[in-house]
């Protein structure tokens, strides 16, 4: 006979895996809706990981991520997990394809590249594991920020300091809102040479089973050789892959 799971256990990392990203901070009230519980349960968890130090308190009362956390996170590189975990499905999409392949991560309001394949027609695209880039102009990043929505985006957006790096670049909180829709309603996200001239980018997110996103995966090609029907050749086969890549994460809330 299997040995049972803690539902308590679960629970509490279901509360720390709804801060999205560094920084953000969430009243109980937030958190009971973001999770669907009760209030008075979870201000109960909030309170024992208050008291172990995975929790803090801001002056206003809101909850944040604690530096319990910070300490542990130091013992293990999430670039080389995700990395071992992604790269067998990034060098199949380039094989496929023949494009560059590409998995990001979220950090701090950037992308940073976890994994890289290049296939027989690639460009040279200078990235490499551990670059990062900012979230509002990548594909990557854009696919990040789709689940983003309310407060927890307005968060994100008074955090950045947008800059352009081509003519296409989105640069103000309006357009790339606007952008994040588009992006929802259509499933996958687009970089119109917004970082490089010539280059477009496709991408989806990569979710764990509790629905969080954890990652993103992308194709990047010269404009001329993603059109919109291959787009959606492309964004298919994404979809299927970051789900595989999605049922292998560990914490199933």
Same mark, same amino acid.
């Given at each position: /006979?299997?040995?049972?799971?803690?539902?308590?256990?679960?629970?509490? *990392?279901?509360?720390? #895996?709804?801060?999205?990203? &560094?920084?953000?901070?969430?009243?109980?009230?937030?958190?009971?809706?973001?999770?669907?519980? %009760?209030?008075?349960?979870?201000?109960?968890?909030?309170?024992?990981?208050?008291?172990?130090?995975? =929790?803090?308190?801001? @002056?206003?009362? &809101?909850?944040?991520?604690?530096?319990?956390?910070?300490?542990?996170?130091?013992?293990?590189?999430?670039?080389?997990? /995700?990395?071992?975990?992604?790269?067998?499905?990034?060098? $199949?999409?380039?094989?496929? *394809?023949? +494009?560059?392949?590409?998995?990001?991560?979220?950090?701090?309001? /950037?992308?940073?590249?976890?994994?890289?394949?290049?296939? !027989?027609? $690639?460009?040279?695209?200078?990235?490499?594991?551990?670059?990062?880039? @900012?979230?509002?102009?990548? #594909?990557?990043?854009?696919?990040?920020?789709?689940?983003?929505?309310?407060?927890?985006? %307005?968060?994100?957006?008074?955090?950045?300091?947008?800059?352009?790096?081509?003519?296409?670049?989105?640069?103000?909180?309006?357009?790339? =809102?606007?952008?994040? !829709?588009?992006?929802?309603?259509?499933?996958?996200?687009?970089?119109?040479? +917004?970082?490089?001239?010539?280059?477009?980018?496709?991408?989806?997110? =990569?979710?764990?089973? !509790?629905?969080?996103?954890? &990652?993103?995966?992308?194709?990047?090609? @010269?404009?001329?050789?993603? %059109?919109?029907?291959?787009?959606?050749?492309?964004?298919?086969?994404?979809? +299927?892959?970051?789900?595989?890549?999605?049922? $292998?994460?560990?914490?199933?809330?």
């Amino acid at each position: /006979m299997a040995t049972p799971v803690n539902a308590s256990v679960i629970k509490a *990392f279901r509360i720390l #895996g709804a801060f999205t990203f &560094a920084g953000e901070k969430l009243t109980l009230s937030q958190l009971s809706q973001r999770l669907d519980i %009760n209030i008075a349960t979870a201000h109960r968890f909030l309170t024992t990981l208050l008291s172990v130090g995975a =929790i803090g308190r801001t @002056p206003d009362g &809101a909850f944040e991520l604690g530096l319990l956390l910070a300490d542990l996170g130091g013992r293990v590189s999430v670039t080389d997990a /995700m990395h071992r975990l992604t790269q067998p499905h990034v060098e $199949s999409l380039a094989l496929r *394809f023949g +494009e560059t392949i590409h998995v990001g991560i979220p950090d701090n309001g /950037m992308v940073c590249y976890v994994a890289k394949g290049e296939g !027989s027609r $690639s460009l040279t695209i200078i990235t490499h594991i551990g670059k990062r880039l @900012p979230a509002y102009c990548t #594909g990557l990043g854009k696919a990040l920020l789709s689940r983003l929505e309310g407060e927890t985006l %307005n968060q994100f957006l008074e955090r950045q300091d947008f800059r352009r790096f081509t003519q296409h670049t989105l640069i103000d909180a309006p357009s790339l =809102i606007k952008e994040l !829709s588009r992006t929802r309603k259509r499933g996958y996200a687009l970089d119109n040479e +917004e970082v490089e001239t010539g280059l477009r980018c496709v991408a989806v997110p =990569i979710s764990d089973h !509790s629905g969080t996103v954890r &990652a993103a995966i992308s194709l990047s090609a @010269p404009i001329t050789r993603l %059109n919109q029907a291959k787009i959606r050749e492309v964004a298919a086969a994404l979809r +299927e892959h970051a789900a595989q890549i999605g049922a $292998s994460l560990p914490g199933a809330f």
